[in-house]
């Protein structure tokens, strides 16, 4: 987690200096450096044991000197310095888009707002307006933004699955030194996109001795509460909540079942438990005083005539209705996953050698994986030319060669242009295993034309991330979902469900909707560094709040069986 916690802290002092309107270069480095940081794949101070920071690709004297002073003392000078010149509220106003530090620091010398409260009350009563450069267009747009933000989860105080993701892996692997049995449980185990807290259950018959160990780990910078079967505490990373409880074995069941959730999920299951006169609570199934299931989830819904629900299907969505039928569909399960379709390399604007990526792909498991570089004309993300594509193209057929127990896909992530042509010719098209298409550009425009013309091309297999929106607060394309499914249905082009997690585009609701047409999936992390990899999980995640199979998903196909997809699809 201190890769999570400098990796905020660097951020937070680009904003500040950026704010006092310092030197470009400097505030750059800072944002490169949480860049690099966050998705680093060792842990900072694993890696300082081996190595200076100044190995790290992107890291300079300057930041790694900063590096090792937080992993030192745990924290930063000159951050907690510049810090105390900006008024708190600001941090929260630079996420705004629109609302940059130049305005926002005139907004403050001049009225005096710090913070999003104060912001809206000055334009409702109309004293924004009478500032220098604020017209009727400038602050119409302010409120569009401040709208989007709001909506936003960032703006519900919302965390990104993704990043909370290393700091729950860390407390579950630390949790584990004391306790054998600690699950995640809550909207993170549900695999929802955004978390409003952490929820963390684990077995033991020492509650106490549990709980006065969690209290005391490194990354905490509040306790809330603490007594012998929960404690509540406050992350350094993120300011994020953790919730823990401690049960004894026999109650794991019910307690896992009532601390997953969802809250809608669990006050159906007592009105069933009800009617059948049971009585259910984190303790077990009772009948009268006699406890009839409790030990295990499976037992709990067996016990009131249910079929074993999956967690992420746990959202009162019909899921109840299906198992007092026994018909819960066979979801896909996190072990059928065969492989990432959806890999950047340092060919463009990744940061790992095709080598590396297919070792790291092995290693975990998979058979197979697409490096799928930017096309020709997305000069800003490295995009290969044709030549270099080729010369990409014989390397992987090297690596082939020699590399065994892992099979690398020859791709690309090709750019649907303004005019809705593709950014490689159908020569280029034809050399590749898999074509995913996407748009990068021109997002207001006729992007559901363009979507549907680039998918007359013969060769494209894949479109992309097909809404675009961002989590942290980007509005999608302007296109038409179902015309693109109709399209897709017609052409046999597969949907991707991309895990990068400010994208998780198809997301869930989307998915659904996609299903009601004869489709194919396929999951792509989007990965740009090694880190990213293993983030295919919030893509099955997304799939299984959707309900699909792994007949729906191609990543679950063996290779054989996914190579005479593609072929066909031509
Ligand atoms: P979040 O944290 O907003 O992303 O959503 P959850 O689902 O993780 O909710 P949280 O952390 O408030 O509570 C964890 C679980 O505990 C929740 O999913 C179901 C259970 N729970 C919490 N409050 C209630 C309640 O009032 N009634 C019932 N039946 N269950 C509850
Ligand atoms: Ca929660
Ligand atoms: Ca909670």
């Known amino acids: 987690m201190i890769n999570q916690e400098l990796a905020e802290i660097f951020s937070l002092l680009a904003d500040a200096l950026e704010y006092k309107g310092d030197n470009i270069f400097k505030i750059r480095a800072y944002r490169k450096a949480s860049r690099i940081i966050k998705d680093f794949s060792l842990n900072l101070r694993e890696f300082s044991k081996e190595k200076p920071f100044t190995e790290i690709p992107g890291i300079g004297e300057g930041i790694a000197k900063k590096i090792k002073e937080y992993i030192e003392t745990g924290h930063i000078h000159k951050f907690e310095e510049e810090k105390k010149n900006i008024p708190c509220g600001i941090f929260e106003m630079l996420k705004i888009q629109y609302l940059g530090p130049k305005t926002l620091k005139y907004v403050y010398e001049e009225l005096r707002v710090d913070t999003l409260e104060k912001l809206k009350n000055v334009m409702n009563d109309g004293s924004l307006a009478q500032l220098h450069g604020m017209g009727d267009k400038k602050i119409e747009r302010l409120k569009e933004a401040i709208e989007l933000y709001e909506t936003s989860e960032i703006g519900k105080k919302r965390f990104l699955i993704g990043d909370i993701y290393p700091a729950i892996e860390e407390i579950v692997a630390r949790l584990k030194k004391i306790t054998g049995n600690v699950t995640p ?78 809250k809608a999920h669990n006050i159906k299951l007592r009105t069933i438990a009800k009617s059948k006169g049971l009585k259910v609570n984190e303790y077990g199934v009772f009948k009268g005083k006699k406890k009839i299931a409790g030990a295990t989830e499976k037992g709990v819904y067996e016990s009131i005539g249910l079929e074993y629900i999956p967690p992420e299907m746990r959202e009162d969505s019909g899921e109840v209705e299906l198992a007092i039928k026994h018909k819960i569909p066979r979801i896909v399960e996190y072990d ?38 930017h096309s020709q ?28 127990g892992i099979f690398i896909l020859k791709g690309a992530e090709v750019d649907i242009l303004r005019n809705g042509k593709l950014d490689y010719p159908d020569s280029v098209l034809k050399t590749l295993d898999i074509v995913i298409c996407a748009i990068h550009q021109g ?119 996914l190579k005479n997809v593609l072929r066909k699809e031509k």
């Not at 997305?378 to 992987?396: F, H, Q, R």
């Not at 919030?538 to 699909?548: K, N, S, V």
């Open 443 to 561: 997002f207001r425009k006729n992007v559901t034309k363009r979507f549907l013309e680039a998918m007359e091309n013969p060769f494209i297999h894949i479109i992309a991330h097909p809404t675009g929106r961002l989590l942290s607060g980007r509005k999608g394309y302007d296109v038409d979902l179902d015309k693109v499914f109709e399209k897709a249905q017609d052409r046999g082009i597969i949907l991707e469900i991309n895990s990068y997690f400010n994208r998780l585009d198809l997301n869930d609701t989307n998915v659904k909707r996609a299903k009601k047409y004869d489709i194919k999936f396929s999951i792509g992390t989007d990965a740009h560094n090694d880190g990213m990899l293993k983030y295919w999980r919030l893509g099955l995640g997304i799939a299984r709040r959707a309900w699909i199979t792994k007949e729906d998903i191609i990543n679950c196909y063996t290779l054989r069986k």
């Open 336 to 373: 059928n996953f065969k492989g990432d379709l959806h890999v950047h390399s340092n060919y463009s604007d990744g940061t790992s050698s095709i080598l590396n990526i297919a070792k790291i792909a092995k290693a975990m498991g998979f058979e197979y994986i697409a490096i799928c570089d």
């Open 185 to 262: 449980c809550g909207s993170y185990r549900r695999m929802k996109e955004t978390v409003g807290d952490i929820d963390l259950l684990a077995v033991s018959d020492k509650g106490q001795q549990v709980t006065d160990f969690f209290i005391t780990l490194p990354f905490i910078s509040k306790v809330i509460s603490i007594g012998y079967t929960k404690a509540t505490v406050i992350l350094k990373n993120h300011g994020i909540q953790v919730d823990l409880r401690v049960v004894k074995p026999d109650s794991f069941g019910a307690c896992l079942q009532y601390f997953t959730g969802s």
């Open 377 to 404: 004309s997305v000069t800003y993300a490295g995009g290969l030319s044709e030549d270099i594509l080729a010369k990409k193209n014989e390397e992987i057929d090297r690596i082939n060669e020699k590399i065994k």
